[in-house]
T-cell receptor, first 111, second 113 residues
Framework: EAQVTQNPRYLITVTGKKLTVTCSQNMNHEYMSWYRQDPGLGLRQIYYSMNVEVTDKGDVPEGYKVSRKEKRNFPLILESPSPNQTSLYFC??????????FGPGTRLTVL | ELKVEQNPLFLSMQEGKNYTIYCNYSTTSDRLYWYRQDPGKSLESLFVLLSNGAVKQEGRLMASLDTKARLSTLHITAAVHDLSATYFCAVDVEGYGNNRLAFGKGNQVVVIP
């Protein structure tokens, strides 16, 4: 089944404790992105990638890192999480500029 | 800075009637996407509009794109309860399909009997 998977789905952590949210797709898509969704703000793109080793900043990259060492994986790294990074995170992938497929989401709470 | 504005942010629809929701944007992009999100769920792609004048239809939903007016519309025909959801439009910021997207804040639609 074609899908985008994210792990973990839920995470509660404390300020400053490094964490990684994994994202994997099995559709051989070149394009992948990370978004955060906050009430009343819609979705905001954090980072995006057009292919392996090609990543760029979106609207809100501060406090986040990404890497794209393999085509199927695009992890989101929070080196020192802060409470303002409490949010719902979505990973997405697409073939070129076509239909984007979203993962199920990761709800992160930073205390 | 690109702005993507969706109107109205909240819309209560009566079953059986027709409605239109709007997505305005401030860049010259000719690529626009519509998504649907049900409460507590992820986003599902509805339409990909890749040129001026593009029109796509699926069931009771029809989306169109006017790049000169920087406007996309999502028309709902004979609304039914199953169409209750939040609809997001997203614009290709640089207009050439490099995956840099900006989303609107969404149109929350509730269809009542």
């Amino acid at each position: 089944e074609a899908q985008v998977t994210q792990n973990p789905r839920y995470l509660i952590t404390v300020t400053g404790k490094k964490l990684t949210v994994t994202c994997s797709q099995n559709m051989n898509h070149e394009y992948m992105s990370w978004y955060r969704q906050d009430p009343g703000l819609g979705l905001r793109q954090i980072y995006y990638s057009m292919n392996v080793e090609v990543t760029d900043k979106g609207d809100v990259p501060e406090g986040y890192k990404v890497s794209r060492k393999e085509k199927r994986n695009f992890p989101l790294i929070l080196e020192s999480p802060s409470p303002n990074q409490t949010s719902l995170y979505f990973c997405a992938s697409s073939y070129g500029g076509d239909t984007q497929y979203f993962g199920p989401g990761t709800r992160l709470t930073v205390l | 800075e690109l702005k993507v504005e969706q109107n109205p942010l909240f819309l209560s629809m009566q079953e059986g009637k027709n409605y239109t929701i709007y997505c305005n944007y401030s860049t010259t992009s000719d690529r626009l996407y519509w998504y649907r999100q049900d409460p507590g769920k992820s986003l599902e792609s509805l339409f990909v509009l890749l040129s001026n004048g593009a029109v796509k239809q699926e069931g009771r939903l029809m989306a169109s794109l006017d790049t000169k007016a920087r406007l996309s519309t999502l028309h709902i025909t004979a609304a039914v309860h199953d169409l209750s959801a939040t609809y997001f439009c997203a614009v290709d910021v640089e207009g050439y399909g490099n995956n840099r997207l900006a989303f609107g804040k969404g149109n929350q639609v509730v269809v009542i009997p």
